[in-house]
């Protein structure tokens, strides 16, 4: 079964108003469409440059706009937060959700994780839910009961239409902006146990067709690799996504996959 192939870009908190056009512009110029064939690109900058992004982008489908984050109450009185039906009437695509920088710094524990990924379905916008776990997870040999629990306690409860629209995104901690990427045999080995998770909780065809994206240190110098294993279906790339030609060629790199 072909799954959606996904190139994201995370910028995180960077970025000027004038910085973030000028990315848009140079990517606009290089990208190679020849080489982009079936790649959803995925943007997610702050939440400042979101509405110029997709006015920029709107005349290129093959390019989404994500938001980093969104609340997990439909409105009300949260000073300084942002929620997904705000994000939808500015036609934003996405939105990442439970990004571990989220869990780490802002207290974001499963159940809020749960309710944003329900906010976020019902406006219709696409949830890249993050799961991953610390290296202390890792070294103790507790990595994949980690990430079962992550998935089961977020995801349980979805319907198998709602899981079309959620992709996944496996991001190890101790790879984020460390320069420390999973080997292709860890991501690809988290990869298959996520699938079997997904088949145990919705079924063999929704797992089969849930895409599952890698983050974590991903580069223009290792995505090909990284790409080719059967069961990574793409990137979550922060720190390479922040130069136009570097992500492109991480772009490219998935663009070269053929299911
Ligand atoms: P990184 O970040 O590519 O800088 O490691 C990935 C992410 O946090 O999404």
């Known amino acids: 079964m072909s799954r959606r192939r996904v190139a994201a870009a995370n910028w995180k908190m960077n ?10 512009e140079r990517l606009l110029e290089d990208i190679d469409p020849d080489k982009t064939e079936g790649v959803h690109i995925v943007l997610t900058p702050p939440y400042i440059h979101l509405q110029n992004l ?3 982008l709107t005349l ?7 938001a980093q984050n ?3 109450e439909a409105q009300g009185a949260y000073t300084g937060e942002v929620s997904a039906s705000m994000l939808k009437s500015i036609d934003v695509d996405a939105v990442l959700v439970g990004h571990s920088e989220r869990r780490q710094y802002f207290g974001e524990n499963d159940m809020i994780v749960s309710k944003k990924i329900h906010r976020a379905l019902e406006n219709d916008l696409m949830p890249v839910y993050c799961c991953g776990e610390t290296l202390e997870q890792r070294e103790s040999g507790a990595h994949l009961g980690t990430v079962t629990h992550q998935i089961e306690a977020a995801l349980t409860g979805l319907s198998a239409q709602q899981m079309q ?3 996944i995104a496996y991001e190890p901690v101790w790879a984020i902006g460390t320069g420390k990427t999973a080997t292709v045999e860890q991501a690809g080995e988290m990869h298959q ?5 997904l088949e145990r909780l919705f079924g063999k065809e929704s797992a089969e067709s849930t895409s599952i994206l890698y983050g974590g240190s991903v580069k223009a110098s290792n995505a090909a690799e990284l790409f080719a294993h059967p069961h990574i279906d793409g990137g979550l790339v922060g720190g390479a996504s922040l130069d136009p030609e570097e992500f492109l060629a991480i772009v490219y790199a998935l663009g070269h996959k053929r299911f």
């Open 15 to 24: 970025k000027s108003f004038a910085e973030a056009e000028l990315f848009v």
């Open 54 to 56: 997709v006015e920029m």
């Open 193 to 197: 146990h996520i699938r079997s998770v």
């Open 165 to 167: 629209q959620l992709v």
């Open 60 to 66: 290129n489908e093959g390019i989404a706009v994500a």
């Open 70 to 72: 969104c609340h997990h």
